[in-house]
Nanobody, 124 residues
């Protein structure tokens, strides 16, 4: 059974940076597309980024493009999300998820295994 564990969240001031990490256990991470999703209070969950199994395909919604970078470190079964120039509207619980197939746009339906989520708060 695949397990995903997020780390690296916390409180940061506007303009600051955080790096989230997602460790995959149970199967080699290189076999999966990995997505980062987020859910702000009172809002629906939305995609923040995703990466194909090879790392050659990546997706970012306009809201994070140019500020977030997803990267794979498959030797450690880990995928990172580097978040720079953070804004208060980035405040949310962030989830990582794994799927067998990479689809452009990273719809949630493509991801079968999910982590528990981690809080990111951007506030002064």
């Amino acid at each position: 059974q695949l397990q995903l564990v997020e780390s690296g969240g916390g409180l940061v001031q506007p303009g600051g940076s955080l790096r989230l990490s997602c460790v995959v256990a149970g199967s080699p991470s290189r076999a999966f597309a990995i997505g980062w999703f987020r859910q702000a209070p009172g809002k629906e969950r939305e995609g923040a980024s995703c990466v194909s199994p090879t790392g050659l395909g990546t997706y970012y919604p306009d809201s994070v493009k140019g500020r977030f970078t997803i990267s794979r470190e498959d030797a450690k079964n880990t995928v990172h999300l580097q978040m720079n120039s953070l804004k208060p509207e980035d405040t949310a619980v962030y989830f990582c998820a794994a799927g067998d197939v990479y689809t452009t746009g990273c719809p949630e339906s493509g991801f079968e295994s999910w982590g528990q989520g981690i809080q990111v708060t951007v506030s002064s």
